[in-house]
């Protein structure tokens, strides 16, 4: 099993299988409209247009359940992101990332990357590194600024 083994629903409303992102670099990042964390987008947007022809993609899951942080519709999150941070990057459709309703991909992403304390994501903008045949290389902090991945990211480009 890898990340391509799984599929998510973009912010648009469509299934997409990550298996379409297969020989890529990915990162995987759990975001919030309404998060101290939330300026992270500007920088996720700058790696993403540093790197996109390179071969990485930035996957953005935004999740309510840290603080109600995202309570917005996903047409809302989309324009938030686009509007104040130009993000363009894809991003798909709000899920939980913890608990008995987690979404399937970040149930995996957890089991391969377990984090320092324990195994659960804690909070908005965990991000997790995946190298070209979909395995998990990473996991990184909330405060992990954006701009601190050039290193690890260049290495699996």
Not at 41 to 68: A, H, M, S, V
């Amino acid at each position: 099993m890898n990340v391509y083994d799984y599929s998510a629903k973009t912010i648009l409303g469509e299934e997409k299988s990550l298996g379409d992102y297969e020989g890529k670099v990915l990162l995987i990042v759990n975001t919030a409209s309404e998060c101290g964390f939330t300026p992270q987008l500007e920088g996720l947007q700058k790696l993403y247009e540093t790197y996109k022809d390179q071969g990485l993609e930035i996957l953005g899951f935004p999740c309510n359940q840290f603080g109600k942080q995202d309570p917005g519709s996903d047409d809302d999150i989309s324009h938030f992101c686009e509007r104040n941070y130009g993000v363009s990057f894809q991003m798909f459709s709000k899920v939980d990332v913890k608990g008995d309703n987690a979404h399937p991909l970040f149930v995996y992403l957890i089991k391969e990357a377990k984090g320092m304390l324990t195994k659960e994501i804690k909070w908005n903008f965990t991000k997790f590194l995946i190298n070209k045949e979909g395995e998990v290389i990473d996991r990184f902090a909330p405060q992990t600024k954006p701009e601190n991945l050039k290193n690890a990211i260049e290495k699996q480009l």
